[in-house]
């Protein structure tokens, strides 16, 4: 079976947030592997007063969409920020991977997080520290900068790896000229493309920008969590 064929990445819109006056779209992932179905990060599926006070979300949650959430096999939380972890509770009893030290900062800092959304009923994490092959040609790998305990999904198809980077990377300018060290680990990747949580397109090294993707550059320094 052909590589590329046989692992996908789909990107799915499960919110738009209100930053600095334009719309910044929430994303997650979904990894289709032939050993399992990958979800990477849950986005959100109702307000909360810090959220709404913050972003005035609009939602479309992966419990009210066209979304088939008993199919997925995994979770992984690149960080656990609100708006990339707030559906973890439609996914109580599956294995959810997030980096040790992300899990430890979102139960030890104040204001890091929505606490209840990490720690809704039924949810099993499962600790990672450092690199983990999930299923063969899918890494977790960490990549602090975001937040320390961020992680990224390396996808690996036999080419140039496809990399899903949370919030490693908010906006495109970001991987232009990575400052972080998780950034300079996706550049020395040398990837294919990058897809981001908050821009519905990829980034590819080197690609010619378009009007849109030259606003979502131009919001230095508006990170949505």
């Given amino acids: ?14 919110a738009d947030l209100h930053v600095e ?3 910044m779209p929430v994303c997650v992932h979904v990894i289709d592997h032939p050993d399992g179905r990958v979800l990477v990060d849950t986005g959100m599926t109702k307000m909360h007063p810090a959220v709404v006070a913050a972003f005035d979300p609009h939602l479309y949650p992966l419990s009210e969409s066209d979304f088939d959430v008993a199919g997925i096999d995994f979770v992984v939380n690149t ?12 996914f109580a009893g599956r294995p959810i991977y997030v980096q ?10 104040e204001d890091y997080t929505i606490r209840e959304w990490v720690d809704a009923p039924g949810l099993q994490y499962v600790p990672v520290d450092g690199e983990l ?23 690996e198809t036999g080419g140039r790896p496809v990399v899903i980077c949370g919030d ?7 991987l232009d000229e990575p400052r972080t060290e998780g ?20 980034w590819r090294p080197g690609a010619t920008r378009t009007e849109s993707q030259g606003r979502d550059d131009a919001r230095d320094g508006a990170t949505a969590g």
């Fill in 168 to 174: 490693t990377a908010v906006w495109f300018g970001e």
């Fill in 79 to 90: 960080h656990l920020h609100a708006d990339h972890c707030g559906g973890n509770h439609l």
């Fill in 100 to 109: 040790r030290r992300e899990l430890d900062d979102a139960h030890s800092e």
């Fill in 21 to 23: 006056g334009e719309v």
């Fill in 133 to 155: 092959e999930l299923l063969p040609g899918i890494r977790l790998v960490p990549a602090p900068g975001h937040t320390p305990g961020s992680q990224i999904v390396v996808v």
């Fill in 183 to 202: 950034q300079r680990q996706i550049r020395a990747l040398d990837p294919e493309k990058v897809w981001l949580a908050h821009v519905h397109e990829p």
């Fill in 1 to 14: 079976m052909n590589a590329d064929r046989a692992i996908t990445v789909t990107p799915i819109l499960v």
